[in-house]
């Protein structure tokens, strides 16, 4: 059973940058991928980034060039950081490890 925390959304206002967090617990989570999920109101969830446990990385297209994913073993987590944030980056942000996910966390861009 794996157990995830997310943190380090909040409010930031366009052009900002947020790092967020996942924190994994629990057992058989350590050879897996690790993917940063969002969901908008009323839209589908959405792949952001995805690491693999060698460090691979792919991104969204919409988030090319702005968000980097990686990972620290040896703590069991995994960053996203954002950059240059725009006001359609406002979503909650939900990491996915193992086929767990964890709670999410509110990234609101706003002026």
């Known amino acids: 059973q794996v157990q995830l925390v997310e943190s380090g959304g909040g409010l930031v206002q366009p052009g900002g940058s947020l790092r967020l967090s996942c924190a994994a617990s629990?057992?058989?989570?350590?050879?897996?991928?690790v993917g940063w999920y969002r969901q908008a109101p009323g839209k589908q969830r959405e792949l952001v980034a995805r690491i693999t446990f060698g460090g691979a990385t792919s991104y969204a297209d919409s988030v090319k060039g702005r968000f980097t994913i990686s990972r620290d073993n040896a703590k069991n987590t995994v960053y996203l950081q954002m950059n240059s944030l725009k006001l359609e980056d406002t979503a909650v942000y939900y990491c996915n490890w193992a086929l767990a996910w964890g709670q999410g966390t509110q990234v609101t861009v706003s002026s």
């Open positions: 629990g057992s058989s989570f350590g050879m897996y991928a």
